[in-house]
Structure formats: structure tokens, C-alpha cells
């Protein structure tokens, strides 16, 4: 059966409409007869969840394609682009957002893909295109995120660095290489990404939509440096005193996230949450070190409790009452009065407070039971 291309991307639109049903703070407005000339309508963006003329805080322009092909690919796809539909983008709206839906052949969604052309990406295909002398050029999309805080993460960041790059000579976009082999002394350089309150600071998910970097030259010159895609990993490192049980040392603690999960690390000690925690100990480094460590964790293992004087430590967790309840029981941290955080109790997902002070004195066996602890003599360990 040959489905009509109206519909197709009648369909299309349908379907990227559903997608941003549940942002609150969004409202699209797609055309389904295709009648504009490079772009399919616009998203409506609000500083807030009012919908007024005061809180309006920008309209993004959109392009969409529906497509009954299968993606191939298992992280991103390839679609073809038109240089002039590039060229356009940057002369007249100053960056779009580009979507690809793929359907099948009889119109049920498979997935939806974009593109985010802001002035910087836009540049930089443009130079691709003109070394290899195309007129189309074929380019990677990514899938487009279903949870409402990404796509509003998405739309926001869009237009805060579609302002940030709007009006900057062509020659400050610095492309994929030249930031290292440049000579100009910047005075600063900056990365901004939205964090919303229940997230964990150290972490991947800001980074699922690319951010960008900018320089700040002598003179206030600016420049955008360079397009951050998605990361494998981040981390923090920093000195702690640290307490566990009834020992307390000064140590180097790593706190992040890649894509195997959370993770703390102290010396030859990892500790990594995911939907099964992991608690690893080898010898690492020299004597007092291996020393330091295997009296930290067997003070750890005897108490269940790790005590840190800084809060970039105990940030490390929070929010893993609410992403990591895949199973019975998940930690709780609990913040004293001096600023430092503890692994305090165990607990079902409504259990009562009372409840809790039986778990937690049952702390020290439930860590050796229910984690995956181990330890081992030798001196390799985990890449974290």
C-alpha cells in the first residue's frame, strides 16, 4: 500500500506535537500542510508554566521530516540535509531545531530523532559542505528525549545559547580542532547547563542535549569554542576528612557518573550504585595508603556508616532515593546539623520512621548481604 506524503507527514507532526504534550512551560504550533518554505512552525517557549505574553521567553523554529524508512543505527541515525535549507536557517532565523520521525508502513512511530542547529552547528556543516562541495550533506541525529525535564532542558538551553550566539563574527566560531592550535589569550571561558532541583550535580543528564563553550577574549571579544556532545563520563576530585566507624582520615574522594551508574571512590575503596550496589576493595598505592584504605573500609563495613565533611560528598546521593528504587530497599541519607551526610538506614519505599531504627541496626549486615561486597590483594582495580 503507498501512503501519500501528506499524510505521512501529517503524521509526523502528530506525533513531535504528542511528544511536548507534557512540557509545561511549551506550546507548538506545527503545520501539517507543509506551506512554509524551509521551516514547519515553531515551539513557544515560557520562562514559567503561565502562558502569557509577560513570561514569553522566546519561539523556536522547527523543520520536520517524516520518513516510513527504519532507522539504522543503534545510538543515532544519518539523514540527509540540504545546504541552501542550512544557509537559510542561519540568514533568516539565526538556528532551528531539525526532526526526523521515523514510522512505519503503516504510520505507527518508531522514533523520533533531532538535530540542534544553532549558528555554531550550522557553520561548521556549512564548511563541511563547501571542502567537499555537496549540495546535500548527510548528518547525525540524536534520539529526541521523552522525559518532559530533558525536553524542556532542550528547548530552554536552545534559546539561551541561540541568544549567546546571535551577532558574533563569523570569524569567533572557532571549529573542531583550531581551539587547540589557537593563539588567543582568554581572559575566561564558560559552559553553562541547567540543573533541576531534584537532580544530582555530578551527572550525565544535563549533558544528553550538547552544551557549548565560550571565550571571553582581551577586550571582550567573544567566541564560541566549541560544541560539547554527550559525555562517557564526569567526576569531581576533591581532599575530605573523612570518618567511618570509629577511624577518620584526610584522602582524595572521586565522585561521579558514567554509564554504568554512580560511583565514590577513595583510594583502592569503589562504591557504585545501580540496580545492584557494588562495594570493591584492593590494595592500590603505596603502604600507608593500602593501609589508610583498609582501615577505612573495615571501619565502614563494621559501622554502615561513611561520614564526609564537605557537601560535595554528600551530594553524591540525595536523588538515589528517587532513580534507584529498583529494588526493595534503597539508601537513605539523612544530613546532620555539621554538614555531613551518612549512610543512615535502609528502608522500603513508605516505610514508617520508626521502622527505620530496626533497619539501621542492622546496617553492617546488610551491606556485607545485600551489596556485592569484595575485596582483593591485587593492585589492579576498576576504571572508574
Known amino acids: 500500500m503507498i501512503i501519500d506524503n501528506k499524510k505521512i507527514g501529517e503524521s509526523a507532526v502528530d506525533y513531535l506535537s504528542y511528544a511536548f504534550i507534557r512540557v509545561i512551560n511549551v506550546l507548538t504550533h506545527f503545520a501539517k500542510n507543509d506551506t512554509g518554505v524551509c521551516v514547519d512552525g515553531e515551539i513557544e517557549v515560557y520562562s514559567g508554566a503561565a502562558m502569557t505574553k509577560e513570561s514569553l521567553y522566546s519561539e523556536i523554529q522547527v523543520q520536520i521530516k517524516g520518513t516510513l524508512k527504519k532507522p539504522s543505527g543503534s545510538g543515532s541515525v544519518?539523514?540527509?540535509?540540504?545546504?541552501?535549507?542550512l544557509e537559510k536557517y542561519l540568514m533568516s532565523y539565526d538556528g532551528v531545531l531539525?526532526?526526523?520521525?521515523?514510522m512505519d508502513k503503516s504510520l505507527n512511530l518508531r522514533q523520533i530523532y533531532y538535530k540542534q542547529y544553532l549558528p555554531y552547528d550550522i557553520r561548521e556543516a556549512l564548511r563541511r559542505s563547501k571542502a567537499e562541495g555537496q549540495v546535500t550533506l548527510t548528518e547525525r541525529f540524536y534520539p529526541l528525549p521523552d522525559d518532559p525535564l530533558q525536553l524542556r532542558r532542550l528547548c530552554m538551553e536552545f534559546v539561551s545559547d541561540q541568544r549567546k550566539q546571535k551577532g558574533i563574527d563569523e570569524a569567533c566560531f572557532l571549529m573542531p580542532g583550531e581551539?587547540?592550535?589557537?593563539?588567543?589569550?582568554?581572559?575566561?571561558?564558560?559552559l553553562s547547563k541547567t540543573f533541576y532541583s531534584d537532580e544530582f550535580p555530578i551527572s550525565l543528564k544535563p549533558f544528553e542535549t550538547g552544551a557549548y563553550l565560550y571565550g571571553t577574549a582581551q577586550g571582550g571579544k567573544r567566541y564560541v569554542l566549541e560544541r560539547i556532545g554527550s559525555l562517557e563520563m564526569i567526576q569531581s576530585t576533591s581532599s575530605h576528612t573523612l570518618k567511618a566507624g570509629d577511624y577518620e582520615c584526610e584522602a582524595v574522594a572521586n565522585v561521579g557518573e558514567d554509564r554504568d551508574g554512580r560511583f565514590l571512590t577513595v583510594g583502592g575503596i569503589s562504591i557504585r550504585l545501580g540496580e545492584t550496589g557494588t562495594i570493591k576493595f584492593v590494595e592500590r598505592g603505596g603502604f600507608r595508603n593500602r593501609l589508610r584504605d583498609a582501615r577505612l573500609f573495615r571501619g565502614f563495613a563494621r559501622s554502615g556508616e561513611l561520614f564526609s565533611t564537605a557537601p560535595s560528598l554528600a551530594e553524591w546521593a540525595p536523588s538515589t532515593i528517587q532513580t534507584l528504587m529498583t529494588s526493595i530497599i534503597v539508601l537513605a541519607l539523612v544530613r546532620s546539623s555539621s554538614r555531613s551526610w551518612t549512610f543512615s538506614g535502609w528502608y522500603q519505599t513508605g516505610t514508617p520512621r520508626s521502622f527505620l531504627g530496626k533497619i539501621s541496626a542492622r546496617l553492617a549486615d546488610w551491606v556485607r548481604g545485600s551489596w556485592t561486597v569484595s575485596t582483593s590483594r591485587s593492585a589492579a582495580t576498576a576504571k572508574t
Request: glycine content about 0%.
Open 98 to 102: 531539525y526532526f526526523v520521525v521515523f
Open 179 to 190: 581551539l587547540e592550535s589557537s593563539e588567543i589569550k582568554f581572559e575566561k571561558i564558560e
Open 78 to 85: 544519518k539523514y540527509r540535509v540540504n545546504v541552501t535549507d
